[in-house]
């Protein structure tokens, strides 16, 4: 089993920041890709920004400029530095991983969710 346990959300005003992190535990052999995803009410989740091993960081166009993400494998845990928010980026973020559990055993894996809410 692997769990993602997420921290880091809140209220903030427009043009604020935050700071969001994801641990991975549990038993397994590496972690593929990491990501963000957010939602609102009613819609799907929708890409971040996500990050393989060893590879360049790919971003939703609406937060390019704005966010950055980052990868502490030592740590097996995933930041999404969020700066200059806007009240678009409310939302319930979600950190995702894709894990390598054992040979040929690749899952996907889900958080629980940590809100972020921005005000106008």
């Known amino acids: 089993q692997v769990q993602l346990v997420e921290s880091g959300g809140g209220l903030v005003q427009a043009g604020g920041s935050l700071r969001l992190s994801c641990e991975a535990s549990g038993s397994f052999l590496r972690i593929i890709t990491m990501g963000w995803y957010r939602q609102i009410p009613g819609k799907q989740r929708v890409l971040v920004a996500g990050i393989i091993t060893n590879g360049r960081p790919n971003y939703a166009d609406s937060v390019k400029g704005r966010c950055t993400i980052a990868r502490d494998d030592a740590k097996n845990t995933v930041y999404l530095q969020m700066n200059s928010l806007k009240t678009e980026d409310t939302g319930v973020y979600y950190c995702?991983?894709?894990?390598?559990?054992?040979?040929?055993?690749?899952?996907?894996?889900w958080g629980q969710g940590t809100p972020v809410t921005v005000s106008s």
């Open positions: 995702n991983a894709v894990i390598e559990e054992r040979v040929r055993l690749t899952t996907q894996w």
